[in-house]
């Protein structure tokens, strides 16, 4: 009987915190797509071990700020050159030059 309720124990409370909100709660935080911080966290585990729990998540944090860096900056330098009209971005040597 005692096996029985350890084992319930486990399935059902410590299933559901590590498996249910554990997610919810770093993806809430982290402001990643659920799916895929569960499949990154499955994945690391498979690949990494234990510790790939930890890497993988990160990982893909540092992939979606440097995307969203990224999409700041190439929409700001589409915008500056549309702004200009057809007169191309002014670079370093051009700040030399009189015009």
């Known amino acids: 009987m005692a ?3 350890l084992s319930l124990w486990g399935l ?3 299933g559901l915190i590590d498996n249910v909100l554990r997610p919810v709660v770093i993806g809430d935080h982290a402001q990643l797509p659920i799916l895929l911080l569960f499949l990154g966290v499955l994945g690391g585990i498979q690949i990494y071990g234990l510790i790939g729990a930890l890497i993988s998540p990160m990982l893909i944090a540092c992939v979606f700020a440097f ?13 500056t050159v549309i702004g200009q009209g ?7 040597r051009d700040r030399g030059r009189s015009r």
Do not use: N, S
Request: no cysteine.
């Open 67 to 79: 995307a969203h860096i990224y999409r700041e900056q190439y929409f700001a330098r589409i915008r």
């Open 86 to 92: 057809t007169r191309r971005p002014e670079t370093r």
């Open 12 to 14: 059902v409370l410590a």
């Open 3 to 5: 096996a029985v309720g």
